[in-house]
């Protein structure tokens, strides 16, 4: 069993294996998360999967308080070497590291990625994590796209972290779609509610899942759960 709390928009602490991973820190800059105290949230990984600062506003006072390392693509674990954090972990797509007896590897997305400066920051990815008795997709922020499947051909999914806002990233039906794709019927929402553009209706939402046989769930920002 999994163990997750949610943050608020994509941010996630998901305790697998008993290893700690923080997926997309944003949280001092989200007005829905302020119950949340950054200074208790110690990871033993941070996963990053794009460069926008919706996706890692946190991610630099958690490392260095935690001294976690940051998992993520080239450019954006040297961007981070430079302000002291280095023992981060470059990576790439298709590429797989081990955290503590862990495997992440990272995939695609289609998104778009920079800094909060405006530079360049690599490629968006997402993130397949592998335990010893569950594995979880994690989308990052992305449109619907057919290497989906791959996912799905190659790794058995316990359950997926989706986007599902729309307008910046699929929506609903496409997210209901990628579940199919990567072959679970559990679904974890992220992406939704944060600002007005990618607001949704929670029970149009639910329905949708339903309706094609799929459980979603929309987690309350602090609520913990296990699957």
Request: charged share 20%.
């Amino acid at each position: 069993m999994t163990n997750i709390t949610y943050y608020g928009h994509s941010s996630f602490m998901v305790k697998i294996d008993g290893v700690k991973l923080l997926f997309d820190p944003f949280i001092t800059g989200n007005d829905l998360a302020s119950d949340i105290d950054i200074t208790t949230i110690n990871p033993d990984f941070i996963l990053l999967s794009h460069g926008h600062q919706d996706h890692i506003l946190d991610a630099e006072t958690i490392a260095k308080q935690s001294n976690a390392p940051i998992i993520s693509n080239f450019e954006i674990v040297n961007w981070y070497g430079d302000k002291g954090i280095e023992n981060g972990v470059p990576m790439n797509h298709g590429g797989t590291v081990d955290c503590d007896g862990v495997k992440v590897k990272m995939t695609n997305a289609v998104h778009t990625s920079s800094f909060p400066d405006g530079s360049y920051a690599g490629q968006p990815a997402g993130f397949v994590v592998s335990g010893k008795e569950q594995s979880f997709y994690y989308s990052g922020d992305t449109a619907l796209h057919y290497d989906m499947k791959l996912i799905g051909e190659e790794a058995h999914i316990d359950f997926a972290f989706l986007c599902l806002g729309d307008h910046f990233t699929m929506g609903i039906d496409d997210a209901a779609k990628a579940a199919k794709f990567v072959g679970t019927k559990e679904v974890i929402g992220m992406h939704f509610d944060t600002f007005p553009p990618i607001s949704i209706e929670h029970e149009n939402a639910s329905k949708t899942f339903k309706d094609v046989g799929l459980n979603l769930k929309l987690p309350n920002i602090g609520e913990e759960f296990n699957l």
